[in-house]
């Protein structure tokens, strides 16, 4: 009888653990850009981060009615489309005839992991530096990323979260 509690204890604790360690999607999207995303239907899911936090991660989630849309409108940290040229070039890249930079945002065959957006609107969260000490081009000129993007399509009613750390 002992020997059952003790392994019904350390049962416990390792499903705890292992419960602990999964976020749904929605609830990643919900903490990370700061809405209730808990009605999203999640169209696609990828995380690449490793052991030491570097890598990507990519949530897209379609949702019917217009709750969401409701949400970021009467957010102010998001802006309408068109996107500045930091999201822009963080999520599509950008070239001139000097070249070219970005895209930041990409799967493992550096193809960008957010499709063209007509109509819609973004967030981006530095999360490299600590709130107003650094404006979103300064994320272009550093050595490392560390920021979240956020961009709502409203023609589709779909929302993109994407996180890259490096």
């Keep these: 009888m002992k020997k059952l509690g003790w392994i019904g204890i350390v049962l416990v604790f390792v499903l705890s653990l292992a419960a602990c360690g999964s976020q749904e999607p929605q609830e990643m999207v919900s903490e990370a850009l700061g809405v209730d995303a808990s009605t999203g239907s999640t169209m696609f899911s990828m995380d690449t981060h490793s052991d030491n936090g570097d890598g990507t991660s990519c949530v897209v989630l379609h949702f019917d009615g217009n709750e969401m849309i409701k949400q970021i409108k009467a957010d102010a940290n998001w802006q309408p489309f068109p996107l500045d040229e930091t999201v822009k070039t963080l999520v ?33 969260i530095d999360r490299h530096t600590e709130q107003d000490t650094a404006t979103g081009a300064d994320i272009l000129n550093r050595g490392s990323f560390n920021f979240i993007v956020g961009l709502y399509d409203t023609d589709t009613n779909t929302l993109y979260c994407c996180e890259l750390d490096t």
């Design 92 to 124: 599509y890249g950008v070239s001139d005839e000097t070249g070219s930079i970005g895209p930041f945002l990409t799967d493992e065959d550096g193809e960008t992991l957010v499709p063209e957006i007509e109509n819609g609107y973004y967030r981006l």
